[in-house]
């Protein structure tokens, strides 16, 4: 007992002296962890900036002649331009551009013809006229007017479609503002379970899928027959 009173106030001592340690080394990694940050944080934004264009992550350069398999080969020849044809369908529509359509197939292009005559747009449409339309038809949501405030409804700005030069985009972008419109107005309508607000929606399509939701069909129209003489 005497020995381990003479060993006390060194024991006590050693311990003092490895929480100072303790306390600077942390010191010492927090500055660095500081210091260290923000060039972290901009290689970061560097790489974020410079990856523009998603890559696979099986690589580049990746052709079918690679695979062994003669059926496999076929198989993948004809996923890769049913990818090529999606993506080239996708683009001409969304540039209205009508003459390109004869770029696929017969039957797809037909498809692709009358999708474009329906929209109304006499393409094709530049990449800075659809940056113009993306930017007209996005909505604005106004910040609610405190913590316990219901969320306000998307306001759009029809104004903004006048700015569109190409003929009938202007009318089609108005059309789509008046169908996102009533979106997120029928989203209420359901909450609200008042099926005689379905009149409020400005699309058909969508004043039928309103009533439809409260399991009211579609009147059908009886055909008339001649009076029996």
């Given amino acids: 007992m005497n020995n381990f009173r003479k060993f006390l106030p060194l024991l006590v001592l050693a311990l003092m002296v490895l929480a100072a340690c303790a306390k600077e080394q942390m010191g010492q990694e927090v500055k660095t962890m500081v210091q260290v940050q923000p060039a972290t944080e901009a290689a970061t934004d560097d790489a974020d900036t410079e990856e523009m264009v998603r890559e696979s992550r099986y690589g580049m350069g990746l052709k079918c002649s ?8 076929q198989e993948c020849e004809v996923e890769l331009n049913d990818v090529i044809g999606s993506m080239l369908s996708s683009e001409i529509v969304s540039t209205f551009d009508a003459k390109r359509c004869k770029e696929l197939a017969p039957a797809v292009a037909a ?3 009358s999708k474009i005559a329906a929209m109304g747009v006499q393409g094709p449409v530049s990449e800075e006229e659809r ?4 930017e007209a038809i ?8 405190g913590p316990d405030a219901e969320e306000a409804e998307s306001i759009y700005d029809k104004t903004k479609c006048a700015e569109l030069k190409t003929p009938g985009y202007q009318a089609y972008c108005e059309k789509t503002i008046d169908s996102r419109m009533d979106q997120d107005k029928l989203g209420s309508i359901v909450e609200s379970d008042n099926v005689s607000r379905c009149d409020e929606l400005v699309t ?12 009211i069909e579609p ?7 001649p009076d029996e003489v």
């Fill in 66 to 73: 690679m695979l062994k398999n003669t059926q496999t080969q």
């Fill in 111 to 113: 498809d692709c013809e």
């Fill in 131 to 134: 940056a113009m339309f993306a």
């Fill in 138 to 145: 996005k909505p604005v949501r106004p910040e609610a007017a």
């Fill in 204 to 215: 058909e399509s969508l004043r039928e899928d309103c009533r439809a939701y409260f399991g």
């Fill in 219 to 225: 009147e059908e129209v009886e055909e008339e027959t």
